[in-house]
């Protein structure tokens, strides 16, 4: 079975940084990805996990432990428009298993 | 903009009824991905195909089918519809391997 877990809601003061956790159980693992999804609009990409460590992309990074289950996604210098909700993913055998999403409310 | 295309964006209909969602992929990719987002379920991987042919299934319900044509564009046909059939499906592509899924921006099915 897939057990992906993520926080509901965050809210966090623009030009702020969050660190958004997820943490999973899966009975198998290749990657693991993070999307965005704005209310009403598709998923867009954000990064893609398969070694442990740290991978930055900008104002985005995000960090896996394949030992712990657990990865991150942090947002830095949060602006208006990182508003939405944030998925965590882990893939196995060509199939994505999301997690229900954390919504990140950034606040002026 | 992903370059995956669906039609149509939005679709009401009636219980029993049967519709059909098309996807057309990103130009070179040879997967498709469909998938279901509603509001208690969050995104459920339905389907995958891969130049023509299915590779994996997810929580996919028997009244629902799919294909993928030598275009490589989809479809997704849901039947004998329910009420809690109505959610958002989406549609992604890819080059076919553990690679980035791109996403449509989904058809809204309400079913009344």
């Known amino acids: 079975g897939q057990n992906i877990d993520q926080p509901t809601e965050m809210t966090a003061t623009e030009g702020a940084i969050v660190q958004i956790n997820c943490t999973y159980q899966t009975s198998g693992f290749n990657g693991l990805f993070w999307y965005q999804q704005h209310a009403g609009e598709a998923p867009t990409f954000l990064s893609y996990n398969v070694l442990d460590g740290l991978e930055e992309k900008g104002r985005f990074s995000s960090f896996l432990s394949r030992s712990k289950g657990y990865s991150y996604l942090l947002l830095k210098e949060l602006q208006m428009k990182d508003s939405a909700s944030y998925l965590c993913a882990v893939e196995n055998d060509y199939k994505l298993s999301f997690g229900a999403g954390t919504t990140v409310t950034v606040r002026a | 903009d992903s370059g995956v295309t669906q039609t149509p964006k939005h679709l009401i209909t009636a219980t029993g009824q049967r519709v059909t969602l098309r996807c057309s992929p990103r130009s070179g990719d040879l997967s498709v991905y469909w998938y279901q987002q509603s509001l208690d379920q969050g995104l459920q991987f339905l389907i995958q195909?891969?130049?023509?042919?299915?590779?994996a299934k997810g929580n996919i319900l028997e009244r629902f089918s799919a294909q993928q044509f030598p275009d490589l564009h989809s479809e997704l046909n849901l039947s004998s519809l329910e009420l809690g059939d109505s959610a958002l499906y989406f549609c992604?592509?890819?080059?076919?391997?553990?690679?980035?899924?791109?996403f449509g921006p989904g058809t809204r099915l309400l079913v009344l």
């Open positions: 195909y891969y130049n023509g042919e299915e590779r």
């Open positions: 992604a592509s890819s080059g076919g391997g553990a690679e980035t899924q791109y």
